[in-house]
Each structure stands twice: as structure tokens, then as C-alpha cells.
């Protein structure tokens, strides 16, 4: 609640409290809005945020690490397969063929698919298409 009053008050209210203070405090929230998965309002505060040291991790680059989901290698960019066990890599999950265009995948358990089959599939049912038990609802 700390940070909504220092976005509220503004410039005015923010130099009553140190800025040390200021940058836990926006720190702690956007930490919680993640562990809460409120990923767009996370980025909304971080956006507002006018402590440099704050606002920068939005300029951070996102780095995704590839390997295979069945031997651990990691994965090279050329091919649809693993180089060591020779599997797809992140086949579809709904028909379980090679993704070559648009993969979507459930933020909550890492399963996806072709974007057009994940969607037919969440309209039709809330858990994931793998089995996992894991209720994928917003994709």
C-alpha cells in the first residue's frame, strides 16, 4: 500500500521519505505483483516508478534458455530435434507434432502448443491438453 500513496502524492510526498526507503518498498511490491503472477500491473508500477534504479528493470532483455525437456542438453538453434536424443523439441501439446510458427505456452506449467490448437483447446477445456493437472485458463 506504501507505494500506491508514493504514486498517488507524487513529487511533493516523496521527499519527506529517503529515497533508500522508497526503492525497498517498490522493489518489495513489484517482487509480490510477480509472485501473484500481476505481471501487467508489476510493469505498470515499474513504469511509474520515478527511481532510476527502479524503472530500469524494465529495460532489462528477457533471455530464454532452451534444453531438452527429456535428456537436459542444451538446445541448439537449427532443427525441430534434440541433437542428443533425437526428440522433438516442444512439440505441440495438443496434437504433438513440431511447432513451426507461433508457440504459445501456459505461463503456469511451461506446456503450449500451436497457437491456433491451444486456443481451440482453452475454449474447450481449463486444464492442460498434457495431463499435468494444471488449470491452464489464461493463455
Known amino acids: 500500500m506504501a507505494v500506491s500513496v508514493l504514486l498517488v502524492i507524487g513529487d511533493k510526498g516523496r521527499s519527506l521519505i529517503e529515497k533508500d526507503i522508497q526503492e525497498q518498498w517498490y522493489l518489495a511490491y513489484v517482487d509480490l505483483l510477480a509472485r501473484f503472477r500481476l505481471w501487467s500491473v508489476s510493469a505498470h508500477v515499474i513504469k511509474l516508478c520515478p527511481i532510476q534504479a527502479v524503472s530500469s528493470l524494465s529495460q532489462d532483455s ?8 527429456r535428456c537436459i542438453k542444451p538446445l541448439t538453434p537449427v532443427g525441430w530435434h534434440c541433437g542428443r536424443c533425437l526428440k522433438l523439441t516442444n ?36 486444464w492442460c491438453p498434457t495431463g499435468c493437472g494444471h488449470k491452464c485458463e489464461y493463455m
Open 62 to 69: 528477457t533471455v530464454i534458455a532452451s534444453q531438452c525437456g
Open 91 to 126: 512439440p505441440c501439446s495438443v496434437c504433438h507434432q513440431a511447432v513451426r510458427g507461433l508457440y504459445v505456452w501456459c505461463q503456469g506449467c511451461g506446456h503450449g502448443g500451436h497457437m491456433d490448437h491451444m486456443y481451440e483447446w482453452i475454449q474447450e477445456y481449463k
